[in-house]
């Protein structure tokens, strides 16, 4: 969501006259857009600016803005400790961007804005053209989420729950297609709560699925309470949307789970999963975890672990607990370190090799690959198959934006490689 929020960020910037630079030392104006879903967050500001105040030891210093939600929790602290920071902008009222920049040129003066106006952020930006001409393009369609799960800091970040129109998500899609975009992502805290006016998401995704270019939706991240039984149909349905969902469970152990306010069981889950399955045979599943959470015995990692090999996992993201201030969880009394360490040590290796043996399964198998840009190599183009699995295949051809199938040949546990099957050069997809 940063990043398509980066994007929209830079689309008002441009109104403003500003330009993309990738020579920092060019800049008069630094953006940094934060996430504060983990701790560490705050030093990482501290630290860029650091490196900015290194690079304009000399010269006049840029307006530095940051953005994002740690400009959110923290902004005053930030605004205090640091005084090279022009303005803290929260991720709801960033649609103030261009007035606050020309107020920081005109006055120089400290500016602090963290209101949540989610309804005029996206009245603003729905003014303008998203600008952005990735084959594969992130799509904000709901924000903020009211489940206050007890770890969680969105809910005080993001702000309540707020779905955007179809009819200004049909436009912006139309849009992102008209740029080149031959994928949508579509994004939400809690995406699958989206309900604009009784419109839920299944009714989204094959409003957009109409658009003729479109080749691919997918769509995160989802709870697994937010599951209704037209959202499981459309995986029946709907040949654009992808086969692989990511649904995070974060605890194999009903137990933490309760704790978490979670709000469901794994008995509950492993019966979404099978009704999905029903729905689409060849659909599988990623998942986020958290390990060491408060309380965690060894009873409970066990159990996280039983869930990852029992769902078969293609791909899981894990962390250990991290306490975030101003959150339920942040006053509960941790676990020993080194054990929640250790845990993730043993998760993460368990969740590799059950991705490596699933990347091996492919090998000498067929995918359908869109491919997305030329790689590091001259003669590489990267692209990903229905799985989200990245894929280079060495070519000469402009394969942006095709998609084709591909033989898997070979690959490690970052990338599959492969040979193009089937290419017709005279089909422009691009165009
Ligand atoms: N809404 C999604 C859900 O409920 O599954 C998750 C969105 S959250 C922004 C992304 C992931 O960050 C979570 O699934 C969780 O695993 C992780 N996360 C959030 N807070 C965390 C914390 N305090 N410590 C460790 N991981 C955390
Ligand atoms: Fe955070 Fe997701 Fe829970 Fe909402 S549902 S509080 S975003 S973990």
């Known amino acids: ?39 560490k967050a705050t030093d990482k500001v ?32 930030l605004l205090k400790k640091e005084r090279y920071i022009d303005a803290v902008i929260g991720p709801q009222s960033y649609h103030n961007f261009n007035n606050q920049v020309l107020e920081i040129e005109k006055k120089f003066k400290k500016l602090n804005h963290t209101d949540f ?13 998203n600008s952005n001409t990735d084959i594969s393009s992130f799509l904000t369609i709901q924000e903020g989420c009211d489940k206050f799960c007890k770890f969680c800091v ?38 699958n709560a989206y309900n604009y006016n009784g419109k839920r998401l299944s009714h989204l995704i094959n409003e957009i699925s109409k658009i003729d270019k479109l ?65 689409n045979p060849l659909i599988k599943f990623s998942s986020d975890f958290i390990i060491g959470y408060p309380g965690e015995t060894e ?22 607990f991290s306490a975030r201030p101003g959150t339920p969880a942040a006053d509960l009394k941790k676990i020993d370190d ?11 290796k368990l969740a590799e090799k059950i991705k490596m043996n699933y990347r091996k399964s492919l090998f000498n198998k067929k995918a359908t690959v869109l491919f997305e840009n030329k790689s590091k ?13 990245p894929i280079i295949v060495n070519t000469k051809n402009n394969l942006k934006g095709v998609v084709c199938e591909v033989r898997i040949t070979d690959g490690n546990h970052n990338t599959l490689f492969g040979e193009i099957e089937k290419f017709d050069e005279k089909k422009d997809f691009a165009a």
């Open 46 to 77: 501290y630290h860029d600016i650091g490196r900015l105040k290194k690079t304009f030891k000399d010269k006049k210093k840029p307006i530095v803005v940051i953005t994002g939600c740690v400009a959110q929790a923290e902004g005053e602290i």
């Open 154 to 191: 969105v809910p005080y970040t993001r702000g309540a729950e707020h779905s955007r129109s179809i009819k200004e998500l049909f436009n912006e899609s139309k849009d992102l297609v008209d740029n080149g975009a031959r994928e949508i992502y579509l994004l939400g805290q809690n995406v």
């Open 377 to 389: 190599k001259e003669s590489q183009f990267f692209g990903r198959d229905e799985f989200l699995n």
């Open 117 to 129: 106006d989610v309804i005029e952020k996206f009245d603003t930006l729905n003014l303008l053209r």
């Open 215 to 279: 080749q691919r939706i997918r769509y995160t991240t989802s709870h697994p309470n937010d599951f209704t039984d037209d959202l499981i149909e459309v995986h029946k349905d709907n040949k654009k949307l992808m086969p692989l969902l990511h649904l995070p469970i974060q605890s194999g152990s009903n137990k933490i789970l309760k704790e978490m306010n979670r709000k469901h069981s794994v008995e509950e889950y492993l019966i979404l999963i099978e009704n999905l399955k029903r729905a």
């Open 1 to 39: 969501m940063n990043e398509y929020d980066s994007n929209r960020i830079y689309d008002l910037a441009k109104r403003n006259g500003y330009e993309k630079t990738n020579r920092l030392e060019e800049a008069n104006c630094y953006v940094l857009n934060t996430c504060h879903i983990r701790e």
């Open 338 to 348: 080194s054990l929640a360490k250790k845990r993730l040590f043993i998760f993460q």
């Open 299 to 320: 009873d409970d990692f066990n159990m996280s672990l039983k869930l990852l090999k029992k769902i078969n996992y293609i791909n899981t993201y894990s962390f250990n």
